[in-house]
């Protein structure tokens, strides 16, 4: 097995600050406690760790082989989120930088496709249209953690969420170009990150999407966040974005999309993996492999940004309380807020989206009559008519597919 530089968390200091040199500066000596024992006894990463968590300021280290890190709600208040506030989620090593620059970084797009296609950076800047949306994107696991009995893999709550601006060229015009052919059935994404055992012929993650899916044109092949390089966690020098849909389909690193005949079998495309029982199913069933199906579209769900939890407001007085609202194929058309567990409802303020897909932000003014406790519970209702539930839905066995209201508990003092 060969070790690279960047078997370990790994990747030079050098590239990690490419997209945040002044937040490492002015946030040295912020770190959270018990991040860097995280990272005791592992060397190399002792300068990375701290430029890592310095990178995305305030966000919750799940786990550190491979980095996972989700953001607390009230952390997400921006209507588009900065960089380093963004969630991460690898199911591997970064990719290896030195062998792989982003000047000679290559996009290959082949297989069920009359004209294969390899693609520099500067190749799609120049022979496709450059766009700029904002779009969400959010772990297929997150709210993973509230479900019971549990289900392994991270223990995501809240904070697998985030809705970035975007800018790159339409996976549609690339396919297009390539010319895919009449029997392609699905895209299968690929990329350069390594597996955790070190094993080269083994991918972290490789999905994909039924064709139609990749012909929307909202999907993008993107090279910049918020009008910055992405940052290295989150996929540079290229990825994809797919919006609506698990975040597992928009690869990061992303160097190949292969054109299938038939639905990608990669890894994390078969088995359990983003997957929902095709029936309900009782907490704890054990259900057979071949009635689980790949999920497609994500379904409705807020987050309150503020206040956060545990705050305290003045009694008779006016607070206002504020978040986001995102829902997988539809606009979300109705936000409402309750302060008595859900016996009455109050319409909150709703914005339109900024562009399909992106999240849309809502506030509502709620006054706490008498002193005490109150929860602040919010609900979303998506252009179907679907509404977040008010305890955890449909248990599975991989804990996917919470959207159960978001709660926040205030003091009226
Ligand atoms: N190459 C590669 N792409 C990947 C992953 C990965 O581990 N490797 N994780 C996926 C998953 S499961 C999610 S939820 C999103 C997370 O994107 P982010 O880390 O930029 O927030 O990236 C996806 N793309
Ligand atoms: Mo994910």
């Given at each position: 097995m060969k070790k690279s530089k960047n078997s370990k968390l790994g990747v030079s200091r050098r590239?990690?600050?490419?997209?945040?040199?002044s937040t490492v500066a002015c946030l040295s000596g912020?770190?959270?406690?018990?991040?860097?024992s995280v990272f005791a006894g592992e060397p190399e990463t002792g300068l990375d760790s701290e430029a890592l968590m310095a990178l995305k300021d305030g966000l919750t280290l799940l786990n550190?082989?491979?980095?996972?890190?989700?953001?607390?709600?009230?952390?997400?208040?921006?209507?588009?989120?900065?960089?380093?506030?963004?969630?991460v989620r690898n199911n591997g090593h970064l990719p290896d930088y030195d062998e792989h620059p982003e000047a000679s970084w290559t996009l290959t797009i082949d297989g069920e496709v009359t004209t294969p296609l390899n693609l520099s950076i500067a190749d799609l800047k120049r022979d496709f249209e450059v766009v700029r949306k904002q779009i969400w994107i959010e772990c297929g696991g997150n709210g993973r953690k509230f479900y019971e009995p549990g289900a392994s893999g991270n223990q995501w709550s809240l904070g697998a969420i985030g809705c970035p601006i975007w800018t790159g060229v339409r996976l549609k015009d690339v396919l297009e170009r390539a010319g895919v052919k009449d029997n392609a059935v699905y895209t299968a994404h690929h990329s350069i990150d390594t597996h955790l055992s070190g094993d080269p012929d083994k991918a972290p993650i490789s999905r994909g999407v039924p064709i139609a899916k990749a012909l929307d044109e909202n999907c993008l092949i993107v090279f910049e966040m918020n009008g910055a390089p992405l940052p290295v966690l989150n996929g540079f020098p290229l990825r994809l974005i797919v919006p609506g849909w698990p975040g597992s389909c928009s690869q990061k690193w992303l160097k190949r999309i292969q054109i299938r005949d038939r639905i990608h079998d990669g890894t994390k495309m078969t088995g359990a993996a983003y997957r929902m029982p095709a029936y309900p199913v009782s907490p704890g069933t054990e259900v057979p492999k071949e009635?689980?199906?790949?999920?497609?579209e994500l379904p409705v769900k807020s987050l309150i940004t503020s206040p956060v939890t545990g705050a305290r407001a003045p009694?008779?007085?006016?607070?206002e309380v504020r978040g986001h609202a995102w829902s997988g194929e539809g606009d979300v058309v109705a936000l409402e807020v309750s302060v008595d567990f859900g016996a009455s409802w109050q319409k909150a303020t709703?914005?339109?989206p900024a562009n399909k897909y992106a999240w849309q932000q809502w506030r509502a003014d709620l006054t706490f009559?008498?002193?005490g406790y109150y929860e602040v519970w919010a609900r979303a209702t998506d252009r179907t008519g679907k509404r977040q539930p008010s305890v955890v839905p449909g248990w599975n066995p991989k804990g996917y597919l919470n959207n159960m209201q978001h709660r926040v508990a205030v003091f009226a003092v």
């Open positions: 590239h990690l600050l490419l997209a945040g040199a912020m770190m959270p406690a018990g991040f860097s550190a082989r491979p980095v996972n890190m989700e953001t607390p709600a009230h952390l997400l208040d921006d209507a588009i989120t900065p960089a380093h506030r963004l969630f009635d689980m199906v790949i999920i497609h009694v008779g007085e006016p607070i709703l914005d339109a009559e008498k002193a």
